[in-house]
C-alpha cells in the first residue's frame, strides 16, 4: 500500500516510516511533485491536520495523511493550542518558551497536555486519530533535548522534562507516538 505523509519534515518521516514497517511504501511531498505550502488555517489541530491531508487528496488523488500538533495549557485557556509553533510571533522555540513562563507567572494551575492529530484519508474516506500527553510547565528550561516546549514540560509521574529524556525514550511515551500507532494499527487492519 502506498501512502503520502503530508510533511517535510524528515525526523517525523523517519519515525513514521520506521512505525509502518514494510508492509506500506511511505511518499514524500517531494515523492508525489507537491512543492505548493500546504494550508494551516482552520484555528484548530484537528482542522489544520484535516486541512493538509485534504489538499493532498484533492490536488494529487493520492492516499495521505498529515498531522498537527500543539500544547494546551489549562491556566492559558488552551493556548497555545494552535499557535504552538509562532505563539511569541517566531518559530523561535526560546521566545515561545519565554512568552509562555511570563504568562504563567503566579498561575498555580500548570497542568497542560500535549496534541496530536493524525487524518488520514485513505481511498478518499477520512479517519482522525489523536494522541494526547499530560503534563505539567514547570518554571524554568530544563535539559538541551528534544525541541520546542520540551525543556518546560514535565510528563506527569515523571521527574525529568522531556528535553532530559532521550530521543528514543520520548519517542516511546509522546503524544505523537500515541497518535501515530492508533493509525498505524487501523492501516495494518486494512491491509490485512
Known amino acids: 500500500m502506498e501512502l ?15 512505525a509502518l514497517g514494510d508492509a506500506f511504501t511511505l511518499r514524500t511531498l517531494q515523492d508525489i511533485g507537491c512543492t505548493d505550502e500546504l494550508p494551516e488555517t482552520s484555528g484548530t489541530i484537528a ?10 487528496w484533492k490536488h494529487f488523488g493520492v492516499s495521505c495523511f498529515a498531522d498537527d500538533s500543539g ?4 491556566a492559558l485557556d488552551g ?23 511570563t504568562e504563567l507567572q503566579g498561575q498555580t494551575n500548570r497542568k497542560a ?9 485513505l481511498h478518499g474516506v ?8 499530560e503534563g505539567t510547565i514547570i518554571d524554568a528550561p530544563r535539559g538541551t533535548g528534544g525541541f520546542g516546549y520540551d525543556p518546560i514540560f514535565l510528563p506527569d509521574g515523571a521527574d525529568r522534562t522531556l528535553a532530559e529524556l532521550t530521543m528514543a525514550e520520548k519517542t516511546a ?18 491491509a490485512s
Open 79 to 101: 493556548r497555545p493550542g494552535v499557535d504552538s509553533a509562532y505563539y511569541s510571533g517566531s518559530r523561535d522555540a526560546a521566545q515561545n518558551i519565554q512568552r509562555v513562563l
Open 173 to 190: 511515551i509522546s503524544h505523537r507516538s500515541r497518535a501515530l500507532a492508533k493509525m498505524v494499527a487501523y492501516l495494518r487492519e486494512q
Open 71 to 74: 500544547l494546551e495549557i489549562d
Open 4 to 18: 503520502c505523509f503530508a510533511t517535510n519534515n524528515p525526523n517525523k518521516l523517519n519515525e513514521v516510516s520506521a
Open 113 to 121: 497536555r500535549f496534541i496530536t492529530v493524525f487524518t488520514l484519508i
Open 47 to 56: 482542522g489544520n491536520s484535516r486541512q493538509k491531508a485534504e489538499y493532498i
Open 126 to 133: 477520512e479517519h482522525q486519530f489523536e494522541g494526547i500527553f
